[in-house]
Nanobody, 130 residues
């Protein structure tokens, strides 16, 4: 099974930037979809962005569009989340997730559902101070 490990979380001031990494080990299929989610204390897990290993357009949550960018390096089995213009409301534990792709169509709403992902990392803490 796929194992996922996040890194890069830190405490940063509002307006700053961070880059999170998700390293995948084990068997990875080209048909997998990779996603980033986050969860703040007292809140449900929130979708951030998703992308297929095979390429295509990523799908972003409106709350991060224009500030966050997902990328991947298939040779390194790693996906990244570049976070710019961070806000205090971005404070959360960020989780990397992997799921077997369910459609050949462009990613959309279904990619935002945690149930679509069968593999999860342990999370990395991002704290944005004001």
């Amino acid at each position: 099974q796929v194992q996922l490990v996040e890194s890069g979380g830190d405490l940063v001031q509002a307006g700053g930037s961070l880059r999170l990494s998700c390293s995948a080990s084990g068997r990875t299929f080209s048909s997998y979809t990779m996603g980033w989610f986050r969860q703040a204390p007292g809140n449900e897990r929130e979708f951030v962005v998703a992308i297929r290993w095979s390429g295509g357009s990523p799908y972003y949550a409106d709350s991060v569009k224009g500030r966050f960018t997902i990328s991947r390096d298939n040779a390194k089995n790693t996906v990244y989340l570049q976070m710019n213009k961070l806000k205090p409301e971005d404070t959360a534990v960020y989780y990397c997730a992997a799921g077997r792709s369910w459609t050949a169509y462009a990613l959309g709403y279904e990619a935002s559902r945690p149930a679509r992902y069968g593999h999860w990392g342990q999370g990395t803490q991002v704290t944005v101070s004001s």
